[in-house]
């Protein structure tokens, strides 16, 4: 007699060859399970919305002995290697464009596992590896992996369940990591909100800890170009580098065929006969970009103006995490317009900061404040 479960399992799937003998020779109550799993995409719209009905009848059947282990398993080996697909390369970037392969049958179970991991919950362990699938999924690594929005989706979604302490802070790091441009950031945003909101995190931390990174590196560059010339999130067909400078102005370099570099500010126009057919769409998508990116240092402006007369404190760690080092809100952090000053236990109050200094033996515990706010940078 054959077993159910095995045809869920796809030979020709890493993923499924990983975990077959686990999911083989199952009670009834776990064949069950993992059966109801395998139709999460009927049940999974493009929205990435769970049915009530298929999200009611997992829970009863996660009650089953056995059934949070086999999950937190699948999910792991999720985690492993090239996530579901495989598709994994440490020295070239792979792309698998107008290859119409048929959908794996174990996708969907794929999906199901990893939507059922946020109700079994108590595993920091979990978090972790529920994060790992998203950012390989969201091509949010410095590897490229195949994209797969409904799996790095059903990974948010499940952080969004699990509501620890753990999943909130895989949650803070996948928004600064993920792209805003993946179909499912909005569940990453909403999911992100649901688990604040049960951890009772006030709303002035969600604001400052989902500033968008918009693709800038550390220096505040993102360089865009063809396959393996630029940010391997974004396939473009012409080479540019974004820049935010110390000023807080925002550049765009366009590049030509022999090199030569032409820069421009906002609106940040094209040089003439630069927008050719094939480079249209490019060159408005990044326009848009660079624009977006100059709404996020306008409103960064604004809410750190207010927060000189807030007296709210920082933890150092944070501190540097969410202001210093942010590619944006760094810009406006590290400016002379505003003076910061950290307090630690000694008994000597406040004193001044110096935002250029990487360390300076400041240690964790210290505090940290705004204490005045003259007149931000306008770019």
């Known amino acids: 007699m054959s077993d159910p479960v095995a045809n869920l399992l796809d030979p020709g799937n890493d993923w499924s060859n990983r975990i077959r003998s686990r999911f083989t020779g199952l009670s009834p109550e776990l064949a069950d399970l993992v059966l109801h799993l395998g139709t999460a995409t009927q049940f999974w719209d493009y929205r990435y919305k769970v049915d009530t009905a298929w999200k009611r009848r997992t829970k009863a059947l996660l009650k089953a002995e056995g059934a949070a282990d086999i999950v937190q398993f699948a999910v792991r080996e999720l985690a492993h290697g090239g996530s579901f697909h495989g598709m994994a390369d440490p020295e070239h970037v792979i792309r698998e464009l107008g290859q119409g392969k048929p959908p794996s049958p174990a996708r969907s179970l794929a999906v199901g596992v990893l939507l059922a991991a946020g109700w079994v919950g108590g595993d920091s362990g979990l978090a972790a590896d529920l994060a790992l699938v998203a950012r390989k999924n969201a091509q949010a690594m410095d590897t490229y992996y195949r994209v797969d929005d409904r799996l790095s989706g059903a990974a948010f979604t499940a952080l969004g369940e699990l509501r620890g302490p753990a999943a909130m802070e895989e949650l803070w ?191 964790s515990t210290a505090r940290v404040r705004l204490r005045s706010c003259r007149r931000p940078p306008q770019g």
Request: charged share 25%; hydrophobic share 40%.
């Open 173 to 363: 790091a996948l928004h600064y990591w993920v792209s805003p441009s993946r179909p499912p950031q909005k569940v990453l945003v909403k999911s992100i909100k649901k688990a604040a909101a049960h951890l009772g995190v006030p709303a002035h931390e969600v604001a400052e800890r989902t500033v968008p990174r918009h693709g800038l590196e550390a220096d505040g560059t993102l360089t865009v170009g063809w396959i393996g010339r630029g940010a391997l999130w974004w396939n473009a067909a012409l080479d540019a580098v974004v820049t935010v400078h110390g000023t807080g102005q925002v550049t765009v370099d366009w590049i030509d065929e022999d090199g030569t570099a032409t820069r421009t500010t906002a609106p940040f126009r094209s040089p003439s006969g630069y927008k050719t057919p094939a480079r249209a769409d490019s060159v408005d998508y990044l326009r848009r970009h660079a624009q977006r990116i100059e709404a996020t240092l306008a409103a960064e402006r604004l809410r750190l103006a207010a927060l000189a007369g807030e007296g709210r404190t920082w933890l150092w760690p944070d501190w540097v995490r969410y202001y210093r080092d942010h590619p944006i809100t760094g810009v406006l952090a590290r400016s002379p317009e505003l003076e910061w000053e950290y307090e630690v236990s000694d008994g000597c109050g406040y004193r001044p900061l110096d935002t250029a200094v990487r360390s300076g033996g400041i240690p």
